[in-house]
């Protein structure tokens, strides 16, 4: 039931807005909930690499990643909250919606764009909306890590079936996994390291409860991009 109104006057003072009661609590309780929208995850990818804006364009559902194109994951609680954040990052720039995940607890999107300042800039209108910072999204912690050397043919094998998205282990290679929470930081830790060497992209899983990357190689190709994924991390958490 509207009770009365609140006026609000304009800068100019030339006009007014006039807002119902039931209008101001309405907007009141919108603008309560986007501020208790927890950042989990939130990374900057400044240029996407080939493997892996391919791997992403498998399991995109909406406007597919190109190499070269800047690319925002952000992970956010509750998992609906994610609903939100993607109408205000898109209403923000003219960024393109790659993927939306809605799970239990969490929620992630990834936006792309050819450049960097238009990504950068849905970012900062997200921040601000949810009252959040980089500074203040959840540390990384890294669950395992390893490098596995000369893989078995039968190892090989079972890995392949069970990643089809990304390119294939071969018997004889060496394989970095990794595995974190929250899940999208395997992401820059996945970019990273094809940046940094010649290794193949075998599955990158960004979303759930812990992301799990796999890279396979030479096994000197194999260090340096472990070496390179490892770095990422450690930036994050710096």
Not at 36 to 65: H, N
Request: hydrophobic share 40%.
């Amino acid at each position: 039931m509207v009770t009365g109104t609140e006026v609000h006057p304009q800068a100019s003072g030339a006009s007014c807005v006039i807002t119902t009661d039931s209008e101001t609590a309405r907007v009141a309780r919108q603008a309560s909930h986007v501020q208790q929208i927890e950042l989990r995850t939130y990374i900057f990818l400044d240029s996407l690499q080939p493997q892996l804006a391919a791997y992403m364009g498998t399991v995109s559902q909406g406007f597919l990643p190109i190499p070269g194109d800047a690319c925002l994951w952000m992970e956010v609680s509750p998992g609906m909250a994610v609903h939100r954040v993607t109408d205000i990052a898109l209403k923000a720039s003219n960024v393109r919606l790659g993927q939306m995940v809605v799970e239990r607890a969490f929620g992630s999107l990834a936006l792309y764009h050819r450049d960097q300042s238009t990504v950068l800039h849905s970012g900062d209108v997200v921040l601000d909306a949810i009252g959040s910072s980089v500074e203040r999204r959840r540390p990384c912690e890294v669950s395992w890590t390893e490098v596995i050397r000369a893989i078995t043919p039968d190892h090989a094998v079972l890995i392949n079936r069970q990643n089809r998205r990304g390119s294939m282990i071969e018997s004889g290679m060496s394989m970095f996994i990794l595995e974190t929470e929250p899940a999208g930081y395997v992401l820059i830790a996945a970019n990273e390291a094809e940046k940094s060497s010649n290794i193949t992209v075998v599955d990158v899983k960004g979303v759930g409860a812990f992301g799990r990357l796999t890279l396979a190689g030479k096994e000197g190709d194999v260090e340096e991009a472990a070496a390179a994924a490892m770095r990422a991390i450690d930036q994050i958490n710096s």
